[in-house]
Every structure is written in C-alpha cells, then in structure tokens.
C-alpha cells in the first residue's frame, strides 16, 4: 500500500524532558518548574507527533493541546503544588519526595463515584478482575497491556492507572474471566475494551482479547467497541506499520 502520510517513528516525552525539548525553551524557568512538579505527581506523556503537529508553540501557553498534554498548575492543590515545588527546589531526592507524592496522590480521590468498589462486578462474593459493569447493557474491560496511552490528557481521571498506585488498578491479562461473566449474563448486549488506550497494543495481542468474544454463548453481545484516543495522538497506528493493515 502506497502512503501520501510520511512514516514517523514513535518518540515519547515524559518529566525528563520537560527542560530538554526546544518547544519547551519559550517557557520561563518557573514555568517549567511548574511543569516538573505537575509531573512529579500525575502522569505526563506525550509523543512527537504530538509536539510537532497538534500544537501552535506559537500560542503557548494557550494553545488548547498544550493544555490537554502538558502538566497544569491547576492540576495540583495550592498547598500540595508549593510543597512538591519547594522539595525540587532544595534538591530533594526521590526517596524523600515519595511518600509526600503518594499521600497526595491518594488524596486527588482517584476513582472518583466510587469507581473501584460500586462498579467492579462480583461472582461468587470475588471481585472480576479488569471488568467494571456499570451500565445494564454495557460492560467496561480493561486489558493489562492496554493501561498506558499514547499521550496522556490532563483530565483524565483514569491516571492511577499508569502510576503505580497497584491497589488502585484494575485490569486483567486475559478474557476468560470476562467471557465467563457475560455467559451469565445476558442483559449485557456490548462490550467497550478500554484503558489506557486499547490501541497501544500490537494487533496480535488485541486480537487475543477480541477473538474470545466472538465465539458461542455470546450471540447477545452484538458490539464490541474500544476506547481509543489513537486516531488524534497517533494516526500512524491506523496508516503505517505492520498492525496497521491487520
Ligand atoms: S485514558 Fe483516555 S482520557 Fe485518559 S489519558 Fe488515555 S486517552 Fe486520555
């Protein structure tokens, strides 16, 4: 297949690069700190994509993706941006800055609507790992491979997925436990494989999420959707590569 659309090759910028970029230069040292200290506490990733096609460098720091994909000061309570700020400042080391960050971190309320508890589905008095059943006909899954994004969105509430807060995680490394649940359970007519960003994953390793969902006992669930931002902060998924025509 020919392509009018150049290839690029997939480059991630996190909290490291915030004083290396040359976009990020036009920024005031402050600013950056402010940046650094966001990501010191919530997740921060953006590809070059990213930075080289969707954002006016000329309008920052208005430009509306700067604002989706770079750290905020907003983000970050007064009292908690100034504590984390003032440790960067005085060189704290990150063994130091640890338990501040995760005492915040668990204070941003992190699954908020009672996200963790009210909505992830028992059998047999045991939570199904992976799997939240909020809506009637609908089931959320969220596969273990597919808890990261190709850029992360300042409001996203779903960021202790890519933290490391372990206990505040769902997700699962395989469908059988999702195939079980929905057997039983014939009012839910459609699956919406989410994460993270179920299209960071390699088409061979959807598939093995997908292909079980297809087989017998599951006629009523007639769509399977995925919840994916990849169209907008990576198109190279859909246009180039090898998972790209699979
Ligand atoms: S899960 Fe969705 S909203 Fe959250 S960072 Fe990823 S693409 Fe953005």
């Known amino acids: 297949m020919t392509h009018s659309i150049p290839e690029r090759r ?11 970029l040359p976009q990020l230069q036009k920024l005031t040292d402050q600013q950056r700190l402010a940046m650094k200290t966001v990501a010191e506490v919530l ?18 720091p208005d430009d509306p993706m700067f604002q989706l994909t770079f750290p905020q000061q907003g983000m970050l309570r007064p009292e908690d941006f100034e504590l984390i700020r003032g440790m960067i400042q005085r060189g704290a080391d990150a063994k130091e800055m640890a338990p501040e960050i995760k005492r915040i ?63 505040m995680k769902f997700a699962s490394k395989e469908a059988v436990g999702l195939v079980e649940y929905l057997k039983r359970h014939k009012e839910v007519t459609s699956v919406l494989i989410t994460g993270g960003d179920p299209m960071i994953m390699r088409t061979q390793l959807l598939r093995q ?12 669930v007639t769509s399977i959707r995925f919840g994916t931002k990849a169209p907008a902060y990576w198109p190279y998924r859909f246009t180039h590569g090898p998972d790209s025509d699979d």
Request: proline share 10%; hydrophobic share 35%; glycine share 8%.
């Open 10 to 20: 997939f480059q991630v910028y996190g909290k490291a690069h915030i004083d290396k």
């Open 43 to 60: 997740p921060f990733r953006v590809n070059n994509y990213v930075v080289e096609e969707l954002i006016d460098w000329d309008n920052i």
């Open 105 to 167: 971190q668990y204070g941003l309320n992190p699954h908020p609507a009672g996200q963790k508890s009210l909505n992830v589905p028992h059998e047999n008095g045991e939570p199904v790992p992976g799997m939240q059943h909020k809506y009637r006909e609908t089931v959320l899954f969220f596969p273990m491979a597919g808890q990261t994004c190709h850029a992360y969105c300042t409001y996203c509430f779903r960021w202790p997925q890519f933290v490391g807060l372990d206990d």
């Open 209 to 220: 999420y997908v292909e079980p969902l297809l087989g017998p006992g599951l006629e009523h």
